[in-house]
Each structure stands twice: as structure tokens, then as C-alpha cells.
């Protein structure tokens, strides 16, 4: 599907998707736990395949927003049965689809499982490196192999491990230390996790902590306060997960946010604003948009008693932003630099080549066919800023739905019709993109 978008200007208040980082970990945390509610969650294309592998595993996880989980209210709740912390071996190969999370997190609940489970998912999941979680299992116990020898799913993990120490680098994906801290609480010895190398997308283990003591599980840093400088980390076995009474609710998408409070920033009309309800505080570190505006000089504000952001349009001018706890934000800050005044650098960005896509080649291919002048290093991306120089295109989404978002919010302010394919796969994080943009005012066909 194409998004076809007419340039103007935009306002008005909308609602930001749940996070899909909360709502990943509060299924498979209910999943981990006798039975729980996950309330206000996120149901996309990524976080059905988390759900798909707690079913996989014994659970049960009913989606039907129904009075009885969201206790009578019309508000979208999962009731989840869980696995009780002992998972069964899969009647069949778990599709992961495009999802990250889930074949990093759910291939540490596979090392439980006494048998073997199969991960597999589509060709950019296929394409994604696993190994040092692969050898994390194996130094645990499990035997846990790449089917082609190369690192990257298909993967078979047969399990059970017990727990134990393992070393690990932490520059590839965080995914994989939230992957043991979630395995480690229901295996037998806990896991002690040594980092190897210093810790990239902190800010996601500080998301597993929080939800993990919220799922009454104790889990922490070795040597620091937080993630960000932690030596490791250690999780106790033997733990069970049970949240107080029964439920969890998942805060507002930061990620998702950043699109929706950039294009206020770019293209709010005057003396009007864009307006994001369900900003609310939380460890995600994608909170860092709203600095990283302020920096290029946008006028936004986040209310955070109301849990709301209002941002309206200014003259930007390009920043130096590090994008090493933030790596979601870099296609949304490269949409900003197109804009802005100036150079931006986005520094510290190698970890974000392992996403759905290379996101730093693929926004210098993309933002250069709207007009922009971008370039490119291994951990660097420059962008020489200019309204005027960006020009409506053709641009490929790449089945990468964050590509497709940034795409779609430089489109605001580009000159011409911008065509934004591959529109669809929004769905994996934020299905109500195009309807909430439409809300704002934007002139967007979709066919
Ligand atoms: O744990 C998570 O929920 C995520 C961690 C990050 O990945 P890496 O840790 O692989 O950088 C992030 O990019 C991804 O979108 C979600
Ligand atoms: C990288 C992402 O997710 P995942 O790693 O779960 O595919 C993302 O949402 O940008």
C-alpha cells in the first residue's frame, strides 16, 4: 500500500499508541505468571507474535476487549493465562514475524523448555544477528543453533537451562540481557550476567526492570544504578511473576510520539499546536525527543502532570544528538535534520544498522530522493538541513515501519506530493498512524 501525502499544515489533539516495548514484556511477564490482565496494551502486528509464542508455550491470551478484563469499561485489555514459569515445548515453529523483541525474548523462554522450539519470522527478521544470544543460551546449558550456521534465525533452542553465569557483549542489541533477566527469574539458579562491552539502548533493560518489579520479580544492575554504566546484571531464580492485583497497564509509545510531536514541530499551522495525550513518565528512553526538539529549537512542552505534549512549529536548527540509548529515534531526528537549519549529526548510531533495516543507509537513500544532502559514516549520520531544499518523491518504506513514519513526517514540508510505499507495515507499531495523521489535518490517500 502507498501513503500519498499532500504537503500543509497540521493541529489538534490526539492520543499516542501504548508502548510496544511495555506491552512485549507484560505479555510474556503474564505469560511467565499464573494469569494476568495487561490493560490499555498494544495490539500490532509485533506484539501478536509475542502473544502467538506465550500460546506456543502453553498460555492462552484473549484479545477480545471484553467487559470482564478491562473490568467494564470499553478500554482494550488481554487477559492472559500464563505458562506458571514452566513453558512447554511448541506443537509447531514460532512465527515471530518482524518482531525483534519477540524472537530475542521469547528465545530466552525457549531455554526453559524442556524440548525443542523453533523461531523463525520474515527476511528482515531472518536477517537480524542472534548470535551472542545463541551462545548466552549455550554457556547456560542449552543447545541453541542458527539453522543456517550464520547467526540469524531460523534458530532451534532446546532447552532446559538451570541458570547460571554468562558473559556477554552489550553493544549488538539490548534485547538479549531483557531476554535472560526474564528467563532468569523463572529458571532454577537465577542468571548472573557479565557485559562485555559496553551497554547500547540502556534505557530498554531499565524498561524490563520496571516491569519486572512491577510483576513483583527483583532484578538489577551490578555496579550502577540503572542500566546506563552497569558492569551487569543479576537476576534471583525461583521467583514468581505476579503483578498487584492481577493487572498491569501499559504507558503511552515514546517512539510513536516522537513522529506526532516532530510533525507539530515541523508543520503545526500558526497559533495552532499538535497535542499528544498518554505522555506518561516512564524508564523508555525515546523520552529524549522531547530534548532533542527543544535543542533545534522547537517550541514543545511536555505537561507531564497532564501526560501530554503540546509542540508547535518553529525555525529548527540542526544539533549533535548521541542516538546510543535512542536508536528508535534516529529515522525521526533525520527527518527533523531535512528540515532544519543547519547540520545535524546523529552520533553513535552503528547499533541501528541491526534494525528492520539499516536505518542509517536507508534514510541517507531516502531523505536524498526528497532532496536532502545526507551522508554517511559506520557510527555517524550528517545531515545538511534546509526546508527548502526537500522535494515531494517516491520513497521506499522498505517494509520498515519507522522508515515509513519519518518518511511520511518530512512529507509535511516537502515540496509536492510525497509517495511513501510499502505504508502498511505502520502495523507493526503504530496501526492508527495514518488515521491519526489524517486527524491532524493531513491530506493522506492511501491505495
Ligand atoms: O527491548 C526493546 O523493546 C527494544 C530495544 C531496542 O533494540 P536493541 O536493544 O536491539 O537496540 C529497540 O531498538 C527496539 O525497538 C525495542
Ligand atoms: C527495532 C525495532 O523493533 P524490534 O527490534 O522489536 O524489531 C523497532 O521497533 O524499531
Redesign the pocket.
Known amino acids: 500500500m502507498d501513503a500519498h501525502i499532500t504537503p500543509g499544515d497540521v493541529g489538534g489533539t490526539v492520543r499516542a499508541p501504548p508502548s510496544?516495548?511495555y506491552t512485549?514484556r507484560a505479555i510474556l511477564a503474564a505469560g511467565y505468571s499464573d494469569g494476568a490482565v495487561v490493560r490499555s496494551p498494544l495490539d500490532s502486528a509485533d506484539t501478536r507474535a509475542t502473544a502467538r509464542a506465550v500460546e506456543a508455550f502453553g498460555g492462552t491470551v484473549d484479545r477480545d476487549p471484553d467487559a470482564e478484563a478491562s473490568g467494564g469499561t470499553d478500554e482494550v485489555a488481554f487477559a492472559i493465562d500464563g505458562f506458571a514459569g514452566d513453558p512447554a515445548v511448541p506443537a509447531d515453529v514460532i512465527d515471530c514475524a518482524n518482531s525483534?523483541?519477540t524472537t530475542r525474548l521469547v528465545a530466552g523462554a525457549a531455554g526453559l523448555a524442556n524440548g525443542g522450539t523453533v523461531l523463525t519470522g520474515d527476511a528482515s527478521l531472518r536477517s537480524r544477528p542472534q548470535g551472542p544470544l545463541l551462545d548466552a543460551l549455550e554457556q547456560l546449558g542449552a543447545r541453541a543453533d542458527s539453522t543456517r550456521g550464520n547467526g540469524q534465525a531460523p534458530l532451534v533452542v532446546f532447552g532446559p537451562i538451570s541458570g547460571g553465569d554468562v558473559a556477554i557483549p552489550g553493544d549488538?542489541?539490548?534485547?538479549y540481557i531483557?531476554a535472560l533477566l526474564l528467563a532468569g527469574a523463572a529458571s532454577d539458579e537465577g542468571i548472573t550476567i557479565d557485559l562485555t562491552t559496553d551497554l547500547?539502548?540502556a534505557p530498554?533493560v531499565d524498561?524490563?526492570l520496571e516491569v519486572l518489579a512491577d510483576f513483583g520479580v527483583d532484578a538489577g544492575p551490578i555496579g550502577s544504578d540503572t542500566a546506563a554504566g552497569a558492569d551487569g546484571f543479576r537476576v534471583a531464580g525461583g521467583q514468581r511473576y505476579a503483578p498487584d492485583d492481577g493487572t498491569y497497564t501499559v504507558p503511552g509509545d515514546f517512539?510513536s510520539i516522537s513522529y506526532l510531536a516532530a510533525a507539530g514541530a515541523v508543520a503545526a499551522a500558526p497559533d495552532d499546536a499538535v497535542t499528544v495525550r498518554g505522555a506518561v513518565e516512564s524508564a523508555q528512553g525515546d523520552t529524549a525527543i522531547v530534548d532533542v526538539l527543544e535543542r533545534m529549537g522547537a517550541d514543545v512542552e511536555w505537561d507531564r502532570a497532564d501526560a501530554t505534549i503540546h509542540a508547535r512549529r518553529s525555525d529548527l536548527s540542526g544539533v549533535e544528538v548521541d542516538v546510543g540509548d535512542t536508536?528508535?529515534l534516529l529515522p525521526t531526528i533525520a527527518a527533523l535534520g531535512a528540515v532544519a537549519d543547519g547540520e545535524t549529526r546523529i552520533v553513535n548510531c552503528e547499533?541501528v544498522r541491526?534494525?528492520e533495516t539499516d536505518r542509517v543507509s536507508a534514510m541517507v537513500e531516502e531523505l536524498s530522493a526528497m532532496g536532502a544532502s545526507v551522508t554517511e559514516d559506520p557510527d555517524t549520520l550528517t545531515i545538511h538541513g534546509g526546508e527548502s531544499d526537500l522535494h515531494g518523491a517516491t520513497v521506499d518504506g522498505r517494509g520498515d515501519h519507522r522508515l515509513v513514519m519519518a518518511l511520511s513526517v518530512a512529507a509535511l514540508v516537502a515540496d509536492g506530493e510525497t509517495t511513501v510505499q510499502g505504508a502498511e507495515h505502520v502495523d507493526v507499531s503504530f496501526p492508527d498512524f495514518f488515521r491519526t495523521l489524517a486527524d491532524l489535518g493531513v491530506d493522506v490517500d492511501l491505495g
Open positions: 510496544k516495548s512485549h525483534g523483541t549488538v542489541s539490548s534485547q531483557t547500547k539502548s530498554y524498561i524490563t517512539s536508536p528508535d547499533h541491526y534494525k
